[in-house]
């Protein structure tokens, strides 16, 4: 490089020249590379951000109409993203008003499977899992509710008191027990505190185990 700056103009001309022969294939493909990738990273943004509008409008659409019809064209549409989560739950929770449990289950489980996390807490599983342990409930499913909770590692105190409801039916009380107190010292809510304390107070008796 130095001798390059030290070498006349038409020295330098010539070294370029040359360089260029060399090289100029791997030029070309490396500035083709750069103006693949600028134009792909842009078309994947516009592309996103098309597609965040989309179903944003859909959502909004479906939300107005209050329909299933609007709901099943997002599912259709759209079927990975949250938007489409957020009708599942709202699906699920028309489906067991009308009787439909199974229907509403097989929503439910879909929203856990879309968002299941190892790592990190996600509002979204975190609320099909709590409805979907109270259709367990519901129905008197006492084991699929402490299968759904049985590899949780973070539960709340909602979690915790629908986990305790069924190991105290299942007359698992000294389990019940302990799931009651990690809800209370959970709750910050006094109402469901105080019923909390209920719980506990009326465990018939605890296990030997």
Known sequence: MANFFSASQEEQQEILLSFWQRFKYLIILALLAVVAWIVGRDYFIASSQEKDLETASLYQAYLEADDQESGLKLLNSYEDTAYADFVRLNEAKRSF???????????????????????????????????????YLENEDYTSVLSLYQNSNELTSTMLEQRADAENALGQFSNAR???????????NQASRALINMKISDLEGEDLE
């Open 97 to 135: 008003q009308s009787g439909e449990s199974n229907k509403a289950i097989e929503l439910l489980q879909a929203v856990i499977e879309n968002n299941t996390s190892l790592n990190e807490f996600n509002p979204l599983e975190a609320a099909a899992r709590t409805r979907l342990a109270k259709i």
């Open 178 to 188: 302990a799931s009651y107190m990690l809800a209370l010292q959970n709750s910050t």
